[in-house]
């Protein structure tokens, strides 16, 4: 009995490294985050997927522990997950991250059904899927997946110029406009101004122009800089739907004679010959809708548009 005392509890005043020490249980060595209820950490994941500014973002949070990878892919985090919480870029395009936008579009995210949707439509040509994904996006009432269905409806895209909507090009801006939507607004505008698509009336259409040029200024910089040529802005920040487009054509051209829209923060190649207006100055640029050409013309274009030169017609009789 004194041997067992004595090898089981340390004398008074023996060394500390004599003593044993008892092994950690189990539950002393797991993450602290698995004792938490499964609500909470839903709340947490939430709000990190919805103010994501990256996949990488996203991706390290759900790397913290198993636990929070399970629960990161709940339906409900994905349809909270915010449009930079999977611009995945197109050289990384693979089918894993088609599934996983479709996942998060399946789960009632808009940000992730219009991106799907943009991409399928403009790069890999599937028109139908395309534009349903960004109507489910339109449905939940998302201002960039409205205007660009009212731009395909304008331009007649993935079919013939005959099958043009005029009139369901402008209800689209009409309600993407409602919404606060910076070029819908200058499309109305502009449709307004011209009758194209609705009644022509000049008033309502400059009031419309008038309140875009003020959106875009209020929301790029409250204060923008003032410049001998006027004011300068700093340009505003694509959408990752629109990224994707435009590094998808930087390294692989569509196929001639299609063009993409000038505008170098579009990225929206034609679906046909002759889809997209030319400027009608210096008949250069070409654009898919009058935002980008707006957009454009203010970051740059207006300095170098030149008017083309145009050599009279010659009869060949001579007359």
């Not at 991106?115 to 534009?131: D, P, S, V």
């Not at 369901?168 to 101004?193: M, P, Y």
């Not at 259409?205 to 875009?216: I, T, W």
């Not at 210096?282 to 030149?306: F, T």
Request: one cysteine or more; hydrophobic letters at 40%; a positive charge.
């Amino acid at each position: 009995m004194r041997t067992r005392l004595r090898n089981s509890y340390p004398t008074v005043g023996a060394p500390a490294s004599t003593s044993r020490k008892k092994p950690r249980s189990p539950s002393a060595l797991c993450n602290p985050f698995d004792t938490l209820p499964d609500d909470i950490v839903l709340c947490i994941l939430v709000k990190l997927a919805s103010a994501a500014d990256s996949p990488a973002d996203f991706a390290a949070a759900l790397s913290t522990s198993k636990r929070f990878n399970d629960l990161g892919l709940n339906s409900i985090v994905l349809s909270q997950a915010s449009a930079e919480a999977f611009a995945v870029k197109a050289v990384n395009w693979s089918p894993s991250a088609k599934r996983f936008l479709q996942r998060c579009s399946d789960a009632g995210n808009a940000d992730a059904s219009y991106t799907l949707g943009m991409i399928q439509f403009y790069c890999f040509h599937e028109w139908r899927r395309g534009a349903a994904l960004m109507a489910r996006a339109a449905i939940r009432s998302h201002a960039p997946a409205l205007y660009s269905l009212a731009v395909i409806q304008f331009n007649g895209s993935g079919s013939s110029k005959n099958v043009k909507d005029l009139i369901g090009g402008v209800t689209l801006c009409a309600r993407a406009a409602f919404l606060g939507h910076i070029d819908a607004l200058r499309e109305l505008g502009h449709c307004l101004k011209d009758g194209y698509g609705i009644g022509k009336n000049a008033v309502e259409g400059q009031r419309f122009l008038l309140v875009a040029n003020a959106r875009e200024i209020s929301a790029i910089c409250p204060t923008p800089l003032i410049s001998e040529s006027g004011f300068t802005l700093p340009p505003p920040k694509s959408h990752p739907a629109n990224r994707f487009l435009v590094d998808w054509y930087a390294n692989q051209a569509p196929v001639e004679p299609y063009r993409i829209c000038s505008y170098g923060g579009c990225g929206r190649p034609e679906t046909r010959m002759h889809e997209f207006r030319r400027c009608s100055v210096c008949g250069v640029m070409n654009y898919c809708s009058r935002g980008c050409q707006a957009r454009d013309w203010s970051k740059g274009h207006n300095q170098n548009c030149r008017p083309m030169v145009r050599f009279p017609v010659i009869n060949a009789g001579g007359r």
